[in-house]
T-cell receptor, first 113, second 114 residues
Framework: AQSVTQLGSHVSVSEGALVLLRCNYS??????LFWYVQYPNQGLQLLLK??????LVKGINGFEAEFKKSETSFHLTKPSAHMSDAAEYFC???????????FGAGTILRVKS | ETGVTQTPRHLVMGMTNKKSLKCEQH?????MYWYKQSAKKPLELMFV???????ENNSVPSRFSPECPNSSHLFLHLHTLQPEDSALYLC?????????????FGPGTRLTVT
């Protein structure tokens, strides 16, 4: 069965510092991988996705993620954190049937001024 | 984000009440989903509808009753809820056709059961 592990339920960075949010997955089929962001009292918004092709994926708001099959990872990065990046981030993997997504537990990103 | 709308945004109900949550997607998708998001717990998938047919029910108590009259509308009927059902209920939609595509989420309904 597919599963997602997000290392660190809370991550704190200074404004302007590198953001690194970790995601490892388990999948019995070639995975489709996603990162979503959730701001307070809102739904989830898609940041980026990996399906096939280039393993470095660029998304909105300056975020990117790299699919590493050998490490079963899909970590999310941003070179320079902004205060507006403070939110909760979810990594997700498609299930084997392709009918649904399996989400990680989420990582809350705090950005310090 | 206006692709997926949910009403109401906030709902307070007693344990003996009956209420319904509504979701509408304007993206031409063929699959819709209900999720429950509780504090300090992972996102829980409740129901999945593909082409108006329910394809998944993740052991959800019968006090939650979904309805999908067409590919654009999804309802969640609530009755005799418990305080632990208080949560953010999120609706999502996607296009499913042999491959999984991303899901688009609504803003959610914040439900409080008193």
């Amino acid at each position: 069965a597919q599963s997602v592990t997000q290392l660190g339920s809370h991550v704190s960075v200074s404004e302007g510092a590198l953001v690194l949010l970790r995601c490892n997955y388990s999948s019995s089929v070639p995975p489709y991988l996603f990162w979503y962001v959730q701001y307070p009292n809102q739904g989830l918004q898609l940041l980026l996705k990996y399906t096939t092709g280039a393993t470095l994926v660029k998304g909105i708001n300056g975020f990117e993620a790299e699919f590493k099959k050998s490490e079963t990872s899909f970590h999310l990065t941003k070179p320079s954190a902004h205060m507006s990046d403070a939110a909760e981030y979810f990594c997700a993997v498609s299930d084997a049937n392709g009918n649904k997504l399996v989400f990680g537990a989420g990582t809350i990103l705090r950005v310090k001024s | 984000e206006t692709g997926v709308t949910q009403t109401p945004r906030h709902l307070v109900m007693g344990m003996t009440n009956k209420k319904s949550l509504k979701c509408e997607q304007h993206l031409g998708h063929n699959a819709m989903y209900w999720y429950k998001q509780s504090a300090k717990k992972p996102l829980e998938l409740m129901f999945v509808y593909n082409f108006k047919e329910q394809t998944e029910n993740n052991s959800v108590p019968s006090r939650f009753s979904p309805e999908c009259p067409n590919s654009s509308h999804l309802f969640l009927h609530l009755h005799t809820l418990q305080p632990e059902d208080s949560a953010l209920y999120l609706c999502a939609s996607s296009q499913v056709s042999g491959h999984i595509y991303e899901q688009y989420f609504g803003p959610g309904t914040r439900l409080t059961v008193t």
